[in-house]
């Protein structure tokens, strides 16, 4: 049985950093790419980063680009987001989601249907 379990979040003022992080059981972690979702009360689910399944290409949301860092440690079976530089907008649920696949992962092209595993989220509050 596959689990996907995030963790790390909490309540930070605005500038402020946290580091989400996501551990991955039940599947061979090396053959997934990886991808960070969040969704506010009220909005869809938005893209912020995708991972490739080697974890050596990277793609993030211009909301997000130069503050955030996803990265995946195969041998931890773990993923990981650096998030620094919080603004009040970037409050929202965020999940972690599993995509067997081998490509370069572009993310303006994936959608969370292209996602196979996901995990309950992880509540990130930034104050102002």
């Known amino acids: 049985q596959v689990q996907v379990v995030e963790s790390g979040g909490g309540l930070v003022q605005a500038g402020g950093s946290l580091r989400l992080s996501c551990t991955a059981s039940?599947?061979?972690?090396?053959?997934?790419?990886m991808g960070w979702f969040r969704q506010a009360p009220g909005n869809e689910r938005e893209a912020v980063s995708c991972i490739k399944w080697s974890g050596d290409s990277t793609d993030y949301a211009d909301s997000v680009k130069g503050r955030f860092t996803i990265s995946k440690e195969n041998a931890k079976a773990t993923l990981h987001l650096q998030m620094s530089s919080l603004k009040p907008e970037d409050t929202a649920m965020y999940y972690c989601a599993a995509r067997l696949d081998s490509s370069t992962c572009v993310l303006w092209t994936l959608t969370p249907d292209d996602y196979n595993y996901w995990g309950q989220g992880t509540q990130v509050t930034v104050s102002s």
């Open positions: 039940g599947l061979t972690f090396d053959d997934y790419a």
